[in-house]
């Protein structure tokens, strides 16, 4: 069984990720078995975006009972953090991506920040939001704004608010459509999140993008790009992360 913070929401996410998803309308192929990203022993297939680079694996994190706003690292296996000070580079894979289903956990302290960017460029926010009345985009499961003209444009909050308490370790599941080039490379179609889920609650469908958002990898839109996982905002942990690609795609 796949340990997530709301148990209220196994079903759903066994649902997505056992059986394929038909995405009608979206040109997307059904994905095939899924990948392992992060091996839990080392950084293997990722590297740091950035020359301090203190991203380390642990056998568990915890809220410092001395201050709840960081972890108490235990070293070992299974778990992926961003240092000792909760702050270093971003991570991306060294592989790269187009559509796909993407299954992630993750914790954070008291309001600590951080975020998981597909294809490296388009974010889904990651925050203590926790009993947040009405989130904005910039709240946990938001899909973050792309900064135009030194203005915020684009963002979309999530539909509900479905955060657990910080130091609880919670979920993303999320369907994704890359953007779409002709031979010239001329864009054709945005790319779009066909779904997300946090923790098993629907927070978005069909989100179209009209492109990377704000401090993604490139600011360059292309077919394929990296998994990125933001390491500068604040202390934050990833485990079980996994990725499903279109059929007979590597």
């Known amino acids: 069984m796949i340990p997530v913070a ?14 394929p998803i038909v ?18 022993s080392d950084l293997g297939g990722w590297q740091g975006h950035g020359t301090e ?7 568990s994190v915890a ?15 299974g778990i992926l953090v961003n240092g000792p000070a909760g702050r270093t580079c971003d991570l991306h894979t060294v592989q ?4 796909c289903e993407l299954h992630v956990e993750f914790l954070v302290p008291k309001g600590s920040n951080s975020g998981v960017y597909l294809m490296g460029e388009y974010e889904v926010q990651i925050l203590d939001s926790y009993g947040k009345a009405d ?17 915020n444009v684009d963002g979309h909050p999530p539909r509900v608010n479905a955060s657990q308490p910080p130091g609880e370790w919670q979920s993303f599941d999320i369907v994704f459509r890359a953007p779409r080039f002709d031979e010239s490379g001329r864009k054709t179609a945005n790319a779009r999140f066909v779904r997300v889920l946090h ?18 990898l490139t600011g360059q839109e292309r077919p394929r790009g990296p998994l990125m996982l933001q390491g500068d905002h604040g202390p934050v942990a990833f485990r079980n992360i996994r990725i499903r690609l279109p059929a007979g795609e590597s």
């Open 6 to 19: 709301s148990r209220s929401g196994i079903s759903r996410i066994a649902m997505l990720l056992a059986g």
């Open 23 to 40: 995405l009608s309308g979206m040109g997307c192929a059904r994905p095939g078995p899924a990948i392992a990203l992060f091996n839990g």
């Open 53 to 59: 680079n203190a991203w380390q694996t642990a056998s």
């Open 63 to 77: 809220l410092d009972p001395a201050d709840p706003t960081k972890l108490v690292i235990t070293p070992g296996a």
């Open 96 to 99: 790269t991506f187009g559509d």
């Open 135 to 151: 989130p904005g985009f910039g709240d946990c499961g938001g899909i973050y704004a792309r900064w135009i003209d030194g203005q």
């Open 199 to 216: 923790n098993g609650v629907l927070i978005h469908r069909d989100v179209e993008l009209q492109g990377p958002t704000r401090s993604s």
